[in-house]
């Protein structure tokens, strides 16, 4: 399986029609690619708390419009990062998308973990209540977004429901980049599965943001990391190893707490 990850640059003097333009464009260049995947909220920047009401949109706006397009031309899955999603009723939520490369979206998930410690995005947003995971040919999808990486009952939750691949879009600061890094692998090692771990690139709200995305092994391995810029990081992924790993450390099934 090979999965792409688009480590776009989100500049807050780049209108978001423009960025949507880019990111489809990047999209389309993934073509040969099983599986693509966004950042968190490029589409507004994960810290721009003040843009988020003028941002939101709802689950046909023109952000899906635009990536449901572009899964549908270049034939790929595409985990669209997440948008501030409008939801009925007016609640904002963070929001990812994933849609089939026929363009459907197949799979919404509202993010559990909210991060602002009673500030930003935990007063402005809604939580999400639902692990959410997605089968594919090849693999199952486990999705979290983020600040999820500091919450491993999540992806415990999500192993239980057959997640054999964490996806994760971040807008990951830059001066907690260690941490990304630390908990990415760790969610990967614990779990015996892949984290493909995608962040944005740029500086937004005044926060420069981490880049070095990057994606982990069942064993917890580097299999290869972008830089701190704007980048495209593509790997060829072996779906069958997280099983093959996980019969011959079968640490899973120790499991004493939590089942």
Known sequence: MRASLIQINVDPQEPAAERRARAAALVHEQAGSDLVVLPELW????????????????????TARAMSAAARDTGVWLHAGSIVEKAPGGALCNTSL????????????????????DKGEAVLMTAGTEPVTLPLPDTTLG???CYDLRFPELFRALVDAGAQTFVVPAGWPAK???????LARA????NLAYVL???????????EQA????????????VAEAGPGEEVLTVDLDPARVTKVR????ALKDRVLGR
């Open 98 to 117: 994933v849609f089939s490369p026929s363009g459907e979206l197949v799979r919404t998930y509202r993010k559990i973990h909210r991060f602002g410690f």
């Open 143 to 145: 999705l979290a977004t």
């Open 197 to 207: 771990a995608c962040g944005t690139a740029g500086t937004h709200a005044g926060v």
């Open 187 to 190: 969610r990967a090692v614990e």
């Open 247 to 250: 019969e011959e450390f079968p």
């Open 211 to 222: 880049g070095h995305s990057i994606v982990f092994d069942p064993w917890g391995e580097a």
């Open 176 to 182: 907690r980049r260690g941490h990304w890094t630390l």
């Open 43 to 62: 589409h507004v920047g994960a810290f721009a708390f003040e843009s988020f009401a003028d941002a939101a949109e709802p689950l046909d706006g023109p």
